[in-house]
């Protein structure tokens, strides 16, 4: 049984339910640890066609506030409570993220690619449609490129979703595992996120996506297993039905290559648990 889930949302973000709601339904699926990734501010220019960014940094210090006093109310009963974020990878913004990063004890962060350039290219299934095979492949490389650079500033805990860019455009992301080299692209990306002492995330939150399929997928899961990459579990959550959502098949995928704890972070470092039972 998974226990611990560490990609959770909230309402001062572009999430439906508070910091107390999602954790009431963890405590209700089992969970001893649970961490709390809200999105981190973005700079002006990376943009989403909704955008939640002024109502985010509005309210981003209650979120703080309101993990770390949950934090402290439950560590009596022997919950983990984890202050977390997910931060937006942005290739020309390290400088604004080392900022960002400084400005709070965060337990753990993770980092999330969303946008390659200034284009959030989980936002529209249109924009994929548009694109020629040729263009979703550059696209595809350029993904794994800048998760490579992004392991290697070593800002960060967990990769998010590590094919998050299948999301519109699955078959197409298969076609292109065949082709020669991606799949040395994506052993160098993922090389470089177990050099940096990062842990992948395997997220169940792509079978509820159009793409269908878990991230990662199962060959870029096996290759995860063959390099030795520790594993965290994710539900990715907005709303509270989705807090620990599937973790039995979860759990399932990520047993059957071999693995049989899930990390997580503290300010301690990574600690882990048993998920087989």
């Not at 109310?73 to 080392?98: F, H, K, N």
């Not at 999330?112 to 249109?126: E, M, Q, R, T, V």
């Not at 995860?224 to 579990?233: Q, S, Y």
Request: with cysteine.
């Amino acid at each position: 049984m998974i226990r611990v889930d560490l990609h959770t949302h909230t309402n001062h973000s572009h999430a439906r339910d508070s910091v107390r709601e999602m954790f009431e339904a963890g405590q209700a699926k089992g969970l001893v640890v649970h961490g709390f990734s809200e999105h981190s501010p973005r700079p002006l220019g990376y943009d989403y066609p909704v955008e939640y960014r002024e109502h985010l940094a509005s309210t981003f210090e209650e979120y703080i506030e309101e993990v770390r006093g949950l934090k402290a109310e439950q560590a009596p009963r022997g919950v983990t409570v984890l202050l977390g974020l997910e931060a937006d990878w942005l290739e020309d913004e390290e400088a604004y993220i080392r900022e960002m990063l400084a400005a709070h004890d965060y337990d753990y962060v993770i980092a999330g690619i969303h946008f390659l350039g200034k284009w959030g290219f989980d936002a529209s299934a249109a924009d994929w449609d548009a694109l020629s095979f040729e263009q979703k492949c550059s696209h595809y490389e350029h993904y794994y490129r800048t998760m490579k650079k992004m392991a290697e500033t070593r800002l960060f805990h967990i990769v998010a979703h590590p094919d998050l860019v299948k999301i519109f455009s699955v078959n197409d992301f298969r076609r292109w595992l065949d082709m020669p080299g991606s799949m040395e692209l994506i052993r160098e990306a993922l090389t470089a996120v177990r050099d940096a002492g990062m842990a992948m995330e395997i997220s169940i939150a792509g079978a509820r996506k159009p793409c269908r399929e878990i991230y990662p997928g199962p060959r870029i899961l096996r290759l995860a297993r063959e390099l030795g990459l520790p594993i965290t579990f994710a539900s990715d959550s907005h709303a509270t039905e989705h807090v620990a959502w599937n973790f039995e098949e979860l759990a399932r995928y990520a047993a059957a290559e071999g693995w049989t704890e899930s990390a997580y972070f503290t300010r301690e470092g990574m600690k882990s648990l048993p998920f087989l039972d």
